[in-house]
């Protein structure tokens, strides 16, 4: 069966700092990856998209960026983190070539003071 | 401007009573539309997927319709029970291999 993590579940980083989260899915192959943020109280909102290795949508412009180097590996990374991006962000999967239901990972929660 | 909007933050009710959370969506011809449930802290999860033929759909106590002309989804617990009390989000395809999320109603089921 197909799982997903994502680490670390939780993270504290003062402004400025560098940031990376990790997302790993297993069981599956050429899946379509996701990221999102989810601020309190809001909604999904989609930060990157991918399709395959080396390939990466942005939905919106930030200080935030996306890498994906393995099939089932996908990477969020800042160099200087602000305070507006504190939230719970969360790693997806689709299946490739299907537009049908999404699998989330466990998230993390990300505090930036 | 395309928008989702579910009908309420917040929505208490009685256990055993049916609960009823609306979605409606503006600027979007989804070709299908996905609920899902998050509870606090942890990630969303798949409940149902509604195409833009089917009328209504139905998974134990739950039923989704999807009315294209209205542009509004209904979803439905019957007998609700205290473990249904959680975040219910819409999701409606935009066509490209993603999903555009609602805010989401959390409902919360009393005993």
């Known amino acids: 069966s197909q799982t997903i993590h994502q680490w670390p579940a939780t993270l504290v980083q003062p402004v400025g700092s560098p940031l990376s989260l990790e997302c790993t899915v297993e069981g599956t192959s050429n899946p379509n990856l996701y990221w999102y943020r989810q601020a309190a109280g809001r909604g999904l909102q989609l930060l990157f998209y991918s399709v395959g290795i080396g390939q990466i949508s942005s939905e919106v412009p930030q200080n935030l960026s996306a890498s994906r180097p393995q099939d089932r590996q996908f990477i969020l990374s800042s160099k200087k983190l602000l305070l507006s991006d504190s939230g719970f962000y969360l790693c997806?999967?689709?299946?490739?070539?299907?537009?049908?239901?999404?699998?989330f990972g466990p998230g993390t929660r990300l505090t930036v003071l | 401007s395309q928008k989702i909007e579910q009908n309420s933050e917040a929505l208490n009710i009685q256990e055993g009573k049916t609960a009823t959370l609306t979605c409606n969506y503006t600027?979007?011809?989804?070709?299908?539309l996905q609920w899902y449930r998050q509870d606090p802290g942890r990630g969303p999860v798949f409940l149902l997927l509604?195409?833009?033929?089917?009328k209504e759909k139905r998974k134990e106590r739950l039923k989704v319709t999807f009315d294209t002309t209205l542009k509004q989804s209904l979803f439905h617990i019957t007998a609700s029970q205290p473990a249904d009390s959680a975040t219910y989000l819409c999701a409606l395809d935009r066509g490209d291999y993603k999903l555009s999320f609602g805010a989401g109603t959390t409902v919360t089921v009393r005993a």
């Open positions: 600027n979007y011809s989804p070709a299908y």
């Open positions: 997806a999967w689709t299946l490739g070539g299907s537009t049908d239901t999404q699998y």
């Open positions: 509604i195409r833009e033929n089917e």
